[in-house]
């Protein structure tokens, strides 16, 4: 059942994940900050076995330092 919740939510992650680069429009900072958010989501879930807190706890960490990376690039 543990095998099931995270393979879910990894599908989870991965489809949002795809949704996002079709954001063709985006700014770099922006980019950064999605692409912050998703591997902070996937490393959240990993650490923490699949736990829903941790994707979302992960997700923020990842966006905020993926939007203060963004600031720097021009």
Known sequence: ??????????AGVA???LALSAC????TREKDTAIGA???????????GGSA????????VGGVIGNEVGKDKK
């Open 1 to 10: 059942m543990k095998t099931m919740k995270s393979l879910a939510t990894s």
């Open 15 to 17: 489809t949002l994940l």
């Open 24 to 27: 063709s429009g985006m700014t």
């Open 38 to 48: 998703g591997v902070g989501a996937v490393s959240g879930s990993v650490l923490t």
């Open 53 to 60: 807190i941790g994707t979302v706890g992960g997700a923020a």
